[in-house]
Nanobody, 121 residues
């Protein structure tokens, strides 16, 4: 499975941004997730979604502001981010696993290259 994240950029605090992760290879049945890593900090779980899209979980720091969704037929997963804060600035990574849904990065063997999100105050 190869993952390609896109959609990052510069946005003002309070603004919105949408990220897309496109998977190639044998992706059927996978669980997808977004993680992020700010400079000097550990990688943080953001959101995860199952293959059918019916189960979604978001981390506490983004709950109510971020939404994860997917179009499995297109092998794409989206992260809609609203009411962005300066502390949301990070490199955002998409990840995939064929295991059960998880919030732990070590459970995800497949990773994209990351896309930078910068939030100006």
């Amino acid at each position: 499975v190869q993952l390609q994240a896109s959609g990052g950029g510069l946005v003002q605090a309070g603004g919105s941004l949408a990220l897309t992760c496109t998977a190639s290879g044998n992706s059927r049945g996978n669980v997808m997730a977004w993680f992020r890593q700010a400079p000097g900090k550990d990688r943080e779980f953001v959101a995860t979604i199952n293959w059918g899209g019916g189960d979604q979980y978001c981390g506490d720091s983004v709950k109510g502001r971020f939404t994860i969704s997917r179009e499995s037929a297109k092998n794409q997963v989206y992260l809609q981010m609203k009411s962005l804060k300066p502390e949301d600035a990070a490199v955002y990574y998409c990840a995939a696993t064929f295991r059960c849904m998880s919030f732990t990065e070590s459970d995800f063997p497949y990773w994209g290259q990351g896309t930078q999100v910068t939030v100006s105050s």
